[in-house]
């Protein structure tokens, strides 16, 4: 009896805890969301208006400051988000550059993404898997500002303050879930551009 009160157990948790890492947008966690339907997930964020002259070339950068960009996972860090936004654009058949240093208009229609981070964690689902919640939460707090690839002229700026819970347990959104989440919704206003 009591084992089988604790297998019970154990399926009930699994069950419970997988429900943690369901995106509620219907998109499996190897695709990106935005690529088979129309997302209407709740946002993270508020919407940017992107002209649909802009939306079919997207260039972007990161920075942050000093200690964010000294910070010995930066480069990996960055990664995440190169990785991820272009796997976004290649579903939307949109036009991708990752820049490194400051980015500066140029003379073609697209979307300057402008990445400041004002501080971030970065830990990956290995590390949260066969560690558990030992291994801290991970948290992004980021700015991304729009603006005219042509001239510089801010569409507008989007806000992201991502985090995990120890509640999540190992199945808490960890960065590279964070990031997704953040692609989701930028792309989601490109495929929305007019």
């Known amino acids: ?9 154990l399926v009930a948790a699994l069950v419970l805890g997988g ?6 947008d219907g998109a499996s966690a190897s ?7 129309a997302d209407t997930s709740p946002r993270i964020a508020t919407p940017v208006t ?10 972007m950068s990161m920075t942050g400051s000093k200690q964010v960009v ?20 290649k579903a939307e058949g949109i036009a991708f550059t990752f820049v490194e240093g400051d980015l500066v208009p140029r003379a073609q229609d697209g979307t ?8 971030y964690r970065m830990i990956g689902i290995a590390a949260r898997v066969f560690l558990g919640v030992m291994t801290g939460n991970a948290y992004i707090d980021a700015k991304i500002k729009f603006a005219n690839l042509r001239n510089g002229a801010a569409f507008g700026e989007q806000q992201y303050n991502t985090a995990s819970s120890a509640m999540g347990g190992v199945f808490a959104k ?6 997704d989440s953040i692609g989701s919704e930028v792309f989601r ?6």
């Open 1 to 9: 009896m009591r084992q089988l009160s604790f297998s019970f157990t």
């Open 19 to 24: 429900c943690a890492t369901n995106r509620g």
């Open 31 to 37: 695709a990106p969301a935005g690529a088979a339907t």
């Open 50 to 59: 992107v002209p649909a002259a802009s939306a079919r070339n997207v260039v």
């Open 70 to 89: 000294e910070a010995k996972d930066w480069a990996d860090f960055k990664r995440e988000w190169r990785d991820t936004f272009a796997e976004y654009a």
């Open 112 to 119: 300057m993404l402008l990445v400041n981070v004002a501080d």
């Open 174 to 179: 960890m960065t590279p879930q964070q990031v």
């Open 189 to 194: 206003d490109l495929k929305a551009a007019k």
